[in-house]
């Protein structure tokens, strides 16, 4: 297959970033013509992202509506010695409603799925099969790279969406039960209740290396499972992922990688939250930002999304410092106590760590009191730096 096409916006990579850059250019933009190429088979691979409401801007909120198939009034968190309660709205989109909303949205003829892409330049993208698709702008969303722009630790997890025999109990999300043993480092156990007796659980784990053992983690779903009281009937889903968790890096040699002059979206731009890994809101972001440009063009959508990338790692310097000590200035057994002690301050900071946008005086706050990681090697993480 080869040939020439043309559209007004081409978007490289069909994932999250993607799938909601497109539906919110044609939302914000009617009359767009939108083209999206995905190697994968569908819009969004197969994934849940999760957030909280108030991660996400008023005006914004009706976009993302579509595409929630799940809400809850609150959550809640366990920790040794401490649990928690809190009325912050969670929300889940699944990746299977995504692809279904995209291709409600566009053109059949404008979602290439299963389609590669050689490369890229200001006005074209070049597809493994020969087509060159000409457009106004173009904009890289393939993925995260692990090119060594970034200093990494690791969030990675095994999830299972458990079909039971009896109801579970729970009303609401448990966004960290980290009661299980800490042995390995920071560990906690991520519980979404999809219905009465329809269970997600996620066995998720800080590290600093990618590679985890599936069967392994299955094993231990099986027997938190089991601890619970819970017989499994069924297994609906799997997923399985690691998510980088960013401690320090070269924001210039991160943007310097990949196709030059084209504006990247997503985990391509590392536009997720440094700490926990949470790139829905910065996706729905971005997606905005491009949307509200004067003119969609490729110059004015790098310049603007470099820019907006640029501001936004100045800002998280913060973040990255957290994700430092979390790592390197706490035993692996006593991780758990840095979240646990966020756990303990007032539910609307709590909210704006999770967004990434903490005041000065939240920052403060945070390091003030009981340090929960041995104040010595605190100072040594913090002056060593970033690179």
């Not at 909303?101 to 070049?126: F, K, W």
């Not at 200093?151 to 079909?163: E, I, P, R």
């Not at 959508?301 to 973040?319: C, G, I, N, Q, V």
């Not at 403060?364 to 993480?381: S, T």
Request: overall charge positive; proline content about 6%; glycine content about 10%.
């Amino acid at each position: 297959m080869s040939g020439h096409r043309t559209t007004d916006l081409v978007i490289a990579g069909g994932g999250l970033a993607a799938g909601l850059l497109a539906l919110t250019v044609r939302a914000r933009r009617p009359g767009t013509r939108v083209t999206i190429v995905e190697q994968g088979p569908t819009i969004g691979g197969h994934h849940l992202w999760s957030f909280f409401e108030s991660d996400i801007a008023a005006e914004d909120r009706p976009l993302l509506s579509p595409l929630v198939v799940h809400r809850w009034g609150g959550y809640r968190v366990a920790f040794p010695g401490h649990a928690r309660a809190l009325d912050t709205p969670y929300q889940t989109i699944e990746s299977e409603r995504l692809d279904a909303v995209v291709r409600q949205t566009l053109p059949a003829e404008d979602i290439l799925t299963g389609r590669g892409i050689r490369a890229l330049d200001r006005g074209n993208a070049y597809l493994d099969d020969g087509t060159m698709i000409q457009a106004d702008a173009v904009i890289d969303a393939r993925g995260f790279r692990n090119d060594g722009a970034l200093d990494l630790g690791w969030q990675k997890f095994v999830g299972q969406l458990l079909k039971l025999e009896a109801p579970h109990g729970l009303d609401r999300p448990v966004v960290m039960d980290a009661t299980v043993d800490q042995a390995e480092g920071f560990r906690f156990v991520y519980l979404l209740p999809f219905g009465p007796d329809r269970i997600f659980v996620e066995d998720t784990y800080y590290s600093t290396d990618p590679g985890l053992d599936r069967d392994v983690i299955v094993g231990r779903i099986a027997d938190y499972a089991t601890a619970k009281g819970w017989r499994i009937a069924g297994i609906e889903r799997e997923e399985q992922s690691a998510l980088p968790i960013a401690t320090g890096g070269n924001f210039e040699l991160l943007w310097r990688t990949g196709a030059q002059g084209i504006g990247k979206i997503g985990m391509a731009a590392a536009l997720f939250q440094p700490l926990t890994g949470y790139s829905l809101p910065d996706a729905m972001r971005t997606a905005s930002l491009v949307a509200a440009l004067p003119n969609l063009t490729t110059d004015a959508a790098h310049d603007a999304l470099k820019k907006h990338a640029a501001k936004l790692w100045t800002e998280r310097r913060y973040y990255r410092l957290l994700a430092r000590l979390l790592f390197e200035a706490a035993d692996p057994p006593e991780r758990y106590r840095m979240l646990a002690h966020f756990y303990r301050l007032k539910p609307d900071l709590i909210a704006r760590l999770y967004a990434a946008q903490l005041t000065r005086r939240d920052k403060l706050r945070i390091l003030c009191g009981k340090p929960p990681v041995p104040l010595l090697r605190a100072a040594q993480v913090a002056m060593k730096g970033e690179r």
